[in-house]
């Protein structure tokens, strides 16, 4: 092996690549990890939660801005429902720029290299090895690698100059970050309707001594404005504004949500994770816990066939069946994201919300409500509450053949 030779090559720094690099190498895989700006962690698009399963595969709690313990939930017309306890963490606010490079390093540590301010910009499969032509600041070069992956977001290059299909869909994310915002401590605030975020839902994330507040919905569901409109119309609001009257924007971000695994996230000598592959979750658009999930899943699996020199097509195709769990959770969550909140209007929105509002629904919220897994809560609200039976039938077969 050469210098310019690499048993996996990954395109994306962030923490899904960085995280792949580190379980590479942790088999003694030779790993290069391409990132195309000059620093990790920029730019910043995302909320910047890590659910508690995702943390402690990296043990990054000198990140962590706020412990997230529970939820205010808004309904359209304004009824509130408070959700969780203080004794256990929901998930993880964190600052995303020292996650990504804590989790980076973790590969770098290990033996892996990495290359900043490099881009792909052609790549060619040969007989035994992926010919990667690369951008960098001192011109073009090749470096060849036995299997090539894309960690390396929505719009992933690798996704696409290989075709390997497109996530089922791409919704949109506007966030501002903001000082003086009147929330709750430990809580995060979930605020939904038609004119704020249509199908989905707001959100208000408590970030340390700031606050991240966003919205995300599908393209097709705004009509004449963006995402930007949607936000701005949420905080001069009449039933809510008195909270944000203080906010003071230091900061905003705009990007896409891919959600929805791609149909062949594997294909001979390439492999897509996490936003490349379309993992978000369609129920809160977050994508470390899955990605990481997905990384967990298949590299015992891509080092064997490493090893054994045999990345065909067929092998792949084989190892990606290692991704059927996962892929079925997925659209499971979809489906009762639909029920529950896609395909429902405002009015009925209401409805829903004054339902959970009752102190055993609550209960039952607590008990077994995860952010990462909502089916377990989701099919027994169907299942022991008679008025969410009709959802029942709007999510039923999804829910039984993913």
Known sequence: MTATEYDVIIVGAGPVGGYLGRRFREHGVSVLILEEHSEIGRPFQCAGLVNPAAMEKVDAYDTVLTRIWGARMHSPSGIELEIGQPERVRTWSVCRKLFDETVVRQALELGADLSLSTKPIDAEKKENCVEVTVSTPNGERKISCALLCGADGAHSWVRRKFRLGRPKEMMIGFQIEVTGYSGSDGRLDVYTGEDIAPGFFAWAIPSGETTRIGTWTRPDRINDGDCEDLLNTLLSKEIWKERFSDCREIGRYCGPIPSGMIANPLAERIAVFGDAAGLCKPTTGGGIGKGFEQVDLLVPQLVNAIRQGNLSTSRMKEISNELMPLRKKLNRSKALRDAFLTESSDDELDKVFA?????????????????????????????EIPEFRKLTRKAAKALIWG
Do not use: A, F, T
């Open 355 to 383: 339902i959970w509002s009752r102190p055993e629904v609550i209960l039952m919220i607590d008990e077994i409500g995860e952010i990462e897994n909502p089916l377990p809560l989701g099919l027994r609200m169907l299942k």
